[in-house]
């Protein structure tokens, strides 16, 4: 057996290990002040999928909430809706 066959099935361990929490898929639910109607929804999520290392986002008005999928640095997902005129909080995470 060479030593790639006896690693691989450990690589899976290896990677979780060298990398922190953060470089890893996440789901973080927030939530959103500030969004009155279908345009204010689509600029958050536009904003959102602008952050570096979101792969998913989903954004609904009513209660204001965003989910996203992917391992971006959180505190970049609040700038980026910030700087639309909306604040958004991060209320719960789901690995
Ligand atoms: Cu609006």
Same mark, same amino acid.
């Given at each position: /057996?060479?030593?790639?066959?006896?690693? +691989?099935?450990?690589? !899976?361990?290896?990677?979780?290990?060298?990398?922190?929490? !953060?470089?890893?898929?996440? @789901?973080?639910?927030?939530?959103?002040? %500030? /969004?009155?109607?279908?345009?204010?929804?689509?600029? *958050? @999520?536009? +904003?959102?999928?602008?952050?570096?290392?979101?792969? #998913?986002?989903? *954004?609904?008005?009513?209660?204001? !909430?965003?989910?996203?999928?992917?391992?971006?640095?959180?505190?970049?997902?609040? @700038?980026? *809706?910030?700087?639309? %005129?909306?604040? +958004?909080?991060?209320?719960? #995470?789901?690995?």
């Amino acid at each position: /057996m060479s030593f790639w066959t006896s690693f +691989a099935p450990h690589s !899976r361990d290896l990677y979780d290990s060298l990398y922190p929490a !953060r470089y890893i898929k996440m @789901k973080t639910i927030w939530k959103i002040e %500030g /969004m009155s109607c279908g345009h204010c929804v689509a600029a *958050v @999520k536009s +904003a959102i999928e602008s952050v570096p290392g979101v792969d #998913q986002v989903a *954004v609904s008005l009513e209660p204001g !909430r965003a989910t996203v999928v992917g391992s971006p640095e959180p505190a970049a997902i609040a @700038k980026a *809706v910030e700087e639309e %005129g909306y604040s +958004a909080a991060e209320i719960g #995470q789901e690995s």
